[in-house]
């Protein structure tokens, strides 16, 4: 995906790595950050210099040199609690959980791949 742009990461599934062409995929992954988090900032490298959208973010640029017929999804939802000047999202953990698995279940209608979860609770 040469248009991946990690800022652009939001609320819901986001598609961060398709294998080439001719690579057949085998499984999806899919990358669930804890409290605080977020679906690009949990899984970018803080401590690189420069702008922020230049940061390493490990599940696109190292993950498929090592399993590259995966597809690689970070999954995003409104995890600050503690915003301090806007209100924090209404979902609740369980809404959250059902939106995951909404998204989950059209990952397989789509093309029936099992998918792996990882995840990083504080």
Do not use: C
Not at 11 to 40: K, R, S, T
Not at 79 to 84: E, G, L, M, T
């Amino acid at each position: 995906m040469s248009d991946f742009r990690p800022e652009a990461l939001g609320n819901g599934m986001n598609q961060v790595y398709v294998p080439p062409d001719g690579v057949e995929p085998v499984a999806n992954i899919v990358f669930l950050h804890g409290l605080f988090g977020g679906p690009w900032k949990t899984w970018a490298d803080d401590a690189a210099p420069g702008r922020k959208e230049d940061r390493p973010f490990w599940p696109k640029k190292l993950l498929p040199k090592h399993i590259e017929n995966t597809r690689v999804f970070s999954f995003g939802y409104d995890a600050d609690v503690n915003k301090f000047m806007a209100s924090a999202g209404q979902n609740t953990v369980f809404q959250h959980g059902t939106n995951l698995l909404h998204d989950l279940e059209a990952l397989v209608e789509q093309d029936g791949q099992v998918s792996i979860f990882t995840s990083l609770m504080p």
